[in-house]
């Protein structure tokens, strides 16, 4: 929802948001909320006429405010510093960042979660600080396999592959077929993420023991993972190196590569181009591509999102305002056209959802996020989010990690322990 827009959808439906009561209570109160800009504009549309419709039934003056990337982050950090609105977006692990400055919401996430069949354990992992919640995860852009079954097919690989071992010959072979497989270990913000973090998690390494302090990186399980990266970068193009979150979606768009770990704007970009401007370039990929769920590993299958949050402030003069929204947006009413119209680019991390065919695209090749939906995981694993995780995340430690084993310019051993050095350098700088 923090992210750029891009063209809007053809045909996406329109909502109309769901009646609230108990107008009286907030009548001739002001409400301010701070959004950002959804990547599928109609679902911006439907957040307005929400908001339009929450003052109309209570009689409270609410208004919703926009900006893009790195305008709200700023909006953001000038709100908790001096005030000006009641409610905002926030981003991954902000929660426990700015906790003291959020409002204790557990009551609303509780009759959500009663409502819905449950959080997913990343939300609460997400919002939950000291016991209380001071957010609510609104949703989480789950990044998939992009792949192109046409180069698999005839490089001789029939599926998808379903575990690391297998995902590694296929890249063997599509590296001799010329269409090689590309991964990211380049200081990209979001794709470094996504693409590097699953690994790890999926040998069985892991950042940190459950006390969230005691740097955990060294292990044979972490020593795995970054031999089999070792291996795997032998039959990729070695431009991966420098890649930033653009450069792995213009590969796959140019044929460059067979497959890549993206959101479904690679796909929904090149389909929406096909469509509305007769792009037969972008046609001719979004018809041959499909996206695929993570291999599994030793110790299973994890992923990586990014995550966007509602949070109220603690000094909003009205904190019933800012709860009638959250519960108006959370409402079925709403939240299911709303999730419905975003075509699976963000979702929310509920449990119950999955169970409700209306809230999902009816593309097939959108059909593997109901899944992609349930494994992410955030960094700092296993222990909660912390500054010294996100200090560790921001040097972008994991990637070099596999990229300076993956070229050569460290041994994998030498590799890990520079790695849990950095680590151990970001835990005592953050306390």
Same mark, same amino acid.
């Given at each position: 929802?923090?992210?750029? +827009?891009?063209?809007?959808?053809? @045909?996406?439906?329109?909502?109309?948001?769901?009646?609230?009561?108990?107008?009286?209570?907030?009548?001739?109160?002001?409400?301010?909320?701070?959004?950002?800009?959804?990547?599928?504009?109609?679902?911006?549309?439907?957040?307005?006429?929400?908001?339009?419709?929450?003052?109309? /039934?209570?009689?409270? /003056?609410?208004?919703?405010?926009?900006?893009?990337?790195? *305008?709200?982050?700023?909006?953001? $950090?000038?709100?908790?510093?001096?005030?000006? $609105?009641?409610?905002?977006?926030?981003?991954?692990?902000?929660?426990?960042?700015?906790?003291?400055?959020?409002?204790?919401?557990?009551?609303?996430?509780?009759?959500?979660?009663?409502?819905? @069949?449950?959080?997913?354990?990343?939300?609460?992992?997400?919002?939950?600080?000291?016991?209380?919640?001071?957010?609510?995860?609104? @949703?989480?852009?789950?990044?998939?396999?992009?792949?192109?079954?046409?180069?698999?097919?005839?490089?001789?690989?029939?599926?998808?592959?379903?575990?690391?071992?297998?995902?590694?010959? &296929?890249? *063997?072979?599509?590296?001799?077929?010329?269409?090689?497989?590309?991964?990211?270990?380049?200081?990209?913000?979001?794709?470094?993420?996504?693409?590097?973090?699953?690994?790890?998690? &999926?040998?069985?390494?892991?950042?940190?023991?459950?006390?969230?302090?005691?740097?955990?990186? +060294?292990?044979?399980?972490?020593?795995?993972?970054?031999?089999?990266?070792?291996?795997?970068?032998?039959?990729? /193009?070695?431009?991966?190196?420098?890649?930033?979150?653009?450069?792995?979606?213009?590969?796959?768009?140019?044929? *460059?590569?067979?497959?890549?770990?993206?959101?479904?704007?690679?796909?929904?970009?090149?389909?929406?181009?096909?469509?509305?401007?007769?792009?037969?370039?972008?046609?001719?990929? $979004?018809?041959?591509?499909?996206?695929?769920?993570?291999?599994?590993?030793?110790?299973?299958?994890?992923?990586?999102?990014?995550?966007?949050?509602?949070?109220?402030? &603690?000094? +909003?003069?009205?904190?019933?305002?800012?709860?009638?929204?959250?519960?108006?947006?959370?409402?079925?009413?709403?939240?299911?056209?709303?999730?419905?119209?975003?075509?699976?680019?963000?979702?929310?991390?509920?449990?119950?959802?999955?169970?409700?065919?209306?809230?999902?695209?009816?593309?097939?090749?959108?059909?593997?996020?109901?899944?992609?939906?349930?494994?992410?995981?955030?960094?700092?694993? &296993?222990?909660?989010? +912390?500054?010294?995780?996100?200090?560790?995340?921001?040097?972008?430690?994991?990637? /070099?990690?596999?990229?300076?084993?993956?070229?050569?310019?460290?041994?994998?051993?030498?590799?890990?322990?520079?790695?849990?050095?950095?680590?151990?350098?970001?835990?005592?700088?953050?306390?």
């Amino acid at each position: 929802m923090a992210c750029q +827009s891009a063209a809007p959808s053809a @045909g996406a439906p329109t909502t109309a948001a769901p009646g609230t009561t108990g107008a009286s209570p907030l009548k001739g109160t002001k409400l301010t909320i701070i959004g950002g800009n959804s990547y599928v504009p109609a679902q911006d549309g439907q957040v307005d006429a929400l908001v339009n419709q929450l003052s109309q /039934d209570t009689g409270m /003056d609410a208004k919703i405010e926009r900006f893009a990337d790195a *305008q709200m982050d700023a909006k953001v $950090a000038a709100v908790i510093e001096s005030g000006g $609105a009641d409610v905002a977006v926030l981003r991954d692990t902000d929660p426990h960042l700015y906790a003291n400055k959020l409002l204790d919401v557990t009551d609303v996430a509780n009759e959500l979660d009663a409502t819905w @069949g449950g959080w997913f354990d990343v939300a609460k992992q997400a919002s939950i600080v000291d016991g209380k919640w001071k957010a609510l995860m609104l @949703g989480q852009a789950p990044a998939a396999w992009n792949w192109r079954p046409d180069f698999f097919t005839a490089a001789g690989v029939a599926k998808f592959p379903d575990t690391f071992a297998e995902l590694l010959t &296929a890249a *063997q072979k599509l590296q001799a077929y010329g269409k090689p497989i590309g991964m990211s270990l380049g200081h990209a913000p979001g794709d470094g993420k996504s693409t590097n973090f699953p690994v790890l998690w &999926a040998f069985g390494g892991k950042e940190f023991e459950v006390d969230g302090k005691t740097v955990a990186l +060294s292990s044979p399980e972490t020593l795995d993972s970054i031999k089999w990266y070792s291996e795997m970068y032998k039959y990729m /193009d070695p431009a991966v190196l420098g890649w930033l979150d653009p450069d792995n979606n213009q590969a796959f768009l140019t044929e *460059q590569c067979s497959a890549t770990v993206n959101v479904n704007t690679i796909y929904l970009g090149a389909r929406d181009a096909a469509d509305q401007k007769g792009d037969v370039d972008k046609k001719k990929v $979004a018809d041959a591509m499909d996206h695929a769920n993570w291999p599994a590993g030793p110790a299973g299958r994890f992923a990586n999102y990014n995550i966007n949050l509602w949070a109220a402030f &603690a000094d +909003s003069p009205n904190p019933e305002g800012a709860k009638a929204f959250l519960r108006a947006f959370f409402d079925k009413k709403f939240l299911v056209p709303w999730t419905k119209t975003g075509r699976s680019y963000f979702i929310p991390n509920f449990k119950g959802l999955d169970a409700i065919p209306e809230a999902w695209p009816d593309d097939p090749k959108l059909k593997i996020f109901r899944e992609l939906n349930k494994i992410n995981r955030l960094p700092g694993y &296993a222990g909660p989010p +912390s500054a010294a995780a996100t200090d560790a995340v921001n040097k972008f430690v994991l990637v /070099d990690m596999f990229a300076n084993a993956a070229t050569g310019k460290m041994k994998p051993e030498e590799a890990m322990a520079w790695a849990t050095d950095q680590y151990k350098q970001s835990a005592a700088k953050t306390g």
